[in-house]
């Protein structure tokens, strides 16, 4: 009897945890969605890639212990260092890759920094 209950209990575990129902588009957003390089803006798309993959070392307040001094918090700052930013988000040599300990930025987002470069570094 025991036997027969361990058998329907491992049959059932195999069952349920044979059900996956991610879907491609959950998954990998970046494949569906396309990179828009339509609307690239300073307040709309540099600011929240800078707060996701680079303020937590480069902040205000982070910057002087794990930044190198490097702050890209404001405009005027990220401004300035646009050229380097761009440089190291993209692995060029020599500069140190970034994000530091991370893996490299997905394509669309470095093109938007391209971009927003090429466009002037407007303050938008």
């Not at 490299?104 to 920094?113: A, E, T, W």
């Amino acid at each position: 009897m025991t036997r027969r209950i361990l058998i329907i209990t491992v049959l059932s575990l195999l069952i349920a945890g044979s059900c996956y129902y991610d879907n491609a588009e959950y998954l990998y957003p970046e494949l569906t969605t396309g990179c828009d390089t339509s609307s690239v803006s300073f307040s709309g798309t540099i600011v929240p890639m800078m707060q996701n993959n680079c303020w937590s070392c480069h902040s205000n307040s982070t910057a002087a212990s794990f930044g190198n001094n490097i702050r890209l918090e404001n405009f005027a700052d990220i401004k300035a260092q646009s050229a380097s930013v761009l440089g190291a988000i993209r692995h060029d040599p020599p500069l140190s890759p970034m994000p530091k300990g991370g893996g490299k930025l997905n394509d669309c987002l470095i093109q938007q920094f391209s971009i927003w470069i090429n466009d002037g570094t407007p303050q938008n």
